[in-house]
């Protein structure tokens, strides 16, 4: 049986989640199937946000009205090559069906061999065109790195190019989200005066994972830092590891792929 402390550790974890749906083959009833959960049930909160793929905001906008439940949505997502011409038709499109927030994929393999001005170019652009109540999470991939300093400096470019929150990865490549990577990322967070946040993304799947990452973020933010404004765990499993802690059940790990 779960204790007290984990189902109030799990409540928190799910009233932060992103909780998404990336899947290739993603449909429309996948999709009301996730706003449906989204929700919330008896003693389980509602989720932080849903993310989806730009096709399905509209959608997810009309499941959602109403209930403060903001939409996410992808770009440059997942090879982080697309022109930026192409991601920000992509983006207007999104914002226009009712998207809230935007989660483009920097061009990490750009930044990686050397070019950083690429990859500033493809994130100053994004961020000149959204409008200012909208978010923007800058996807790392950070699993592709080799090692936390060249992180630290993905993240560091990132939020001086706007970014209201880093996030770890795609869950598409790489080994997705790790401890030493989110670290790395708070390091960068809390360098800077102004409010960033931090989305740790890409094989988060059990309630000791989510543990894992709240605990890293009091000890190094302090307790309170962790809000639905400053920290996300984007994700598709976790919701029901978190839940099944909430009903008070030894709940296994997803097998889900993000």
Not at 33 to 38: D, G, I, N, P, V
Request: glycine share 10%.
């Amino acid at each position: 049986m779960s204790t007290e402390a984990e189902i109030a550790l799990a409540r928190r974890a799910i009233a932060l989640l992103d909780l998404t749906e990336l899947g290739d083959h993603a449909s429309e009833a996948d999709v009301a199937k996730l706003c449906a959960k989204a929700k919330g049930a008896a003693g389980i909160p509602a989720v932080a946000a849903v993310c989806v793929w730009p096709r399905h905001v509209a959608e997810a906008r009309a499941a959602l009205e109403g209930t403060g439940i903001r939409i996410a949505t992808v770009v440059n997502f997942p090879s982080g090559e697309e022109t930026l011409a192409d991601v920000l038709a992509t983006m207007q499109a999104a914002l226009e069906a009712g998207a809230d927030e935007i989660d483009l994929v920097m061009p990490w393999r750009a930044f990686l061999s050397g070019d950083e001005e690429t990859a500033g170019a493809m994130m100053r652009g994004v961020r000149a065109a959204l409008p200012a109540d909208r978010r923007l999470k800058v996807i790392l991939e950070s699993g592709s790195y080799p090692d936390a300093a060249s992180i630290r400096r993905a993240a560091d470019l990132a939020i001086r190019c706007g970014a209201h929150f880093i996030k770890t990865s795609t869950g598409k490549a790489g080994t997705g989200a790790s401890l030493d990577a989110a670290r790395a990322m708070l390091g960068a967070i809390l360098a800077v005066p102004r409010s960033v946040g931090l989305k740790p993304s890409g094989g988060i799947r059990s309630f000791a994972d989510a543990a894992a990452y709240l605990a890293l973020a009091d000890d190094m933010m302090g307790p309170g830092w962790t809000a639905p404004e400053t920290f996300r765990f984007g994700a598709s499993g976790l919701h029901d590891a978190l839940a099944g802690v909430i009903a008070g059940s030894t709940s296994p790990t997803s097998n889900k792929a993000y």
